[in-house]
């Protein structure tokens, strides 16, 4: 059965560069033809994609971003992390992974001084 998990600081300071992880069990984050996605959901607002990364490392990323982020996979230990950058009060979010058909159930980041 494959699940996502999600983990991260729930609280950050702005300008932080703070750290997503979405821990993957019952499938190899380098499976055949697995894209690995971010997305977002600020309070109020609709879910947003962030970003998604192939088997093989190649990246995507929205064009809307407003602070750097950057995705990218730790095969050993089945993870996807996230990494925000510069972070504002407008990053505040719950933040989720997803993979087709699979979502996991998200991390509230909250970016506040």
């Known amino acids: 059965q494959v699940q996502l998990q999600e983990s991260g600081p729930s609280l950050v300071k702005p300008s932080q560069t703070p750290s997503l992880a979405c821990t993957v069990s019952g499938v190899s984050i380098t499976t055949n033809g697995a894209y690995w996605n971010w997305f977002r959901q600020p309070p109020g607002k609709g879910l947003e994609w962030m970003a998604s990364?192939?088997?093989?490392?190649?990246?995507d990323y929205s064009p809307s971003l407003k602070s750097p982020t950057s995705i990218s996979r730790d095969t050993a230990k089945n993870q996807v992390p996230l990494h925000l950058s510069s972070v504002t009060p407008e990053d505040t979010a719950v933040y989720y992974c997803y993979k087709w058909l699979y979502w996991g159930q998200g991390t509230q980041v909250t970016v506040s001084s």
């Open positions: 990364i192939s088997r093989d490392g190649r990246t």
